[in-house]
């Protein structure tokens, strides 16, 4: 990340969109192809992720959200689920500095209830401490499933209705929008997702409605600078039409 944003390379900034959204697959299938513990793809991931957000804030993507831990993740072996909530502490003890330094701001979206409170503590200081930064925003989709997310809302919502400050005629598609987990963030102009797999998988479900999806074999270790790039440049070739007939290409 730089403050100055770098001239962009390969792709023409007409393929950068605002919100690049990614779900960050293929850890374990990394690992296992070299006869290494998942833990060890695990840890390479983290690594893909700064190589990633850095490339992320020189080319000039406002948002970018990455998909760490998912609802439905919590079925994993225990040791599993240990080893990724020690990434996400280290990740956030280690990095957390040097991304406020760029003048990244982190926003967090999923369930907090439940959660261990020391992570719980460090999802809040990461928000807390880089809340004025109006550089990239950084979105750790965690322990999140976007199903649960619309449940959240619809208690929000229900909530606000039994105390008088929302109107059932009021309901609408803006207003849903607006009890989500991060209501003021644009929708993702494109999902990109490694690994091969084609699905979403319980992510931004709401949000993706008019989402390009990109889907990428790189397994998530692997994913670089020019991986980012390659994916862009494949959006930047879609016609996005927005249900109309007016050709609106790109961002
Ligand atoms: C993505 O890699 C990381 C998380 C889902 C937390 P996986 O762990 O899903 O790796 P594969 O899909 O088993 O290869
Ligand atoms: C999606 O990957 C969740 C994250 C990347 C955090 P999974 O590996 O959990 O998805 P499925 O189980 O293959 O659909
Ligand atoms: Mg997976």
């Known amino acids: 990340m730089s403050e100055a944003h770098a ?31 998942r833990g060890e793809g695990h840890r390479r991931g983290v690594e893909a992720l700064r190589r990633t957000v850095r490339a992320a804030g020189e080319l000039g993507i406002d948002v970018l959200t990455i998909f760490s831990f998912s609802t439905e993740n919590w079925s994993r072996p225990a040791t599993e689920i240990r080893e990724l909530m020690g990434l ?9 500095a040097d991304l406020h330094r760029n003048n990244v701001r982190v926003r967090i979206i999923g369930e907090r209830e439940g959660l261990e409170p020391d992570i719980a503590r460090l999802l809040v200081e990461a928000e807390e401490l880089t809340r004025a930064n109006n550089g990239l925003t950084l979105v750790v989709a965690f322990n999140y499933g976007a199903r649960q997310e619309l449940a959240r ?9 039994a105390q008088g400050s929302l109107k ?19 929708d993702p102009d494109v999902i990109i997702r490694t690994s091969g797999e084609q699905r979403l998988s319980n992510f931004l479900l709401w949000q993706s409605a008019y989402s390009e999806l ?19 440049q494949e959006y930047g070739q879609r016609v996005r039409r927005f249900g109309g007939l007016v050709a609106r290409t790109g961002s």
């Open 153 to 161: 809302a619809a208690r929000r919502m229900a909530d606000a209705l």
């Open 88 to 96: 996400l502490r280290r990740f956030i003890r280690h990095d957390l």
């Open 168 to 186: 059932r005629d009021e309901v609408d598609v803006e207003t849903i929008g607006r009890f989500l987990d991060a209501p003021d963030l644009p």
């Open 214 to 232: 990109v889907f990428v074999q790189t397994y998530w270790p692997d994913f670089d600078r020019a991986a980012l790039e390659g994916a862009l």
């Open 7 to 37: 001239p962009i390379s390969a792709i023409a900034s007409a393929e950068v969109p605002r919100h690049v959204a990614i779900i960050m697959d293929g850890n374990g299938r990394w690992a296992a192809a070299r006869g290494l513990p």
